[in-house]
């Protein structure tokens, strides 16, 4: 799998966590954009990868380039709006299985991110 493939993968799975819930609020919607540019996603497939965004809601990684990464954004993607939904919550914990990580890794995780949050 060539490093464009693996990226545009990883992209592909942060939309479709934030889908997961039913809808892409703008907080989601800003942090996604942020992330394609980051990534080089071209315009055009950010575009389909968006319209199609509530059909990905069981897209897992198929590589293990990076695993740490792709699980933190994960988790990032999920709580990125205030609050993380069961789906959302699910399929990070299915992310994080296929990765080789615990359920209580993601649990750890999240409660890192929230009180971070709380002390800013």
């Not at 939309?15 to 819930?21: F, K, N, Q």
């Not at 205030?82 to 209580?104: H, N, P, W």
Request: hydrophobic share 40%; proline share 2%; charged share 30%.
């Amino acid at each position: 799998m060539t490093n464009r493939k693996i990226k545009l993968e990883h992209f592909v799975n942060l939309v479709a966590i934030a889908a997961a819930d039913g809808y892409l609020n703008a907080r989601e919607r800003e942090f996604l954009a942020e992330r394609a540019e980051e990534t080089g996603v071209k315009a055009d497939e950010y575009d389909s990868i968006m319209k199609d965004a509530d059909k990905l809601q069981n897209v897992v990684p198929l590589n293990q380039f990076q695993p740490e990464d792709q699980i933190m954004d994960a988790i990032f993607m999920s709580i990125v709006d205030g609050e993380i939904a069961d789906q959302e919550y699910q399929l990070c914990v299915s992310m994080a299985s296929r990765l080789g990580f615990e359920k209580t890794e993601v649990e750890e995780t999240i409660n890192e991110i929230k009180l971070i949050w709380a002390k800013n």
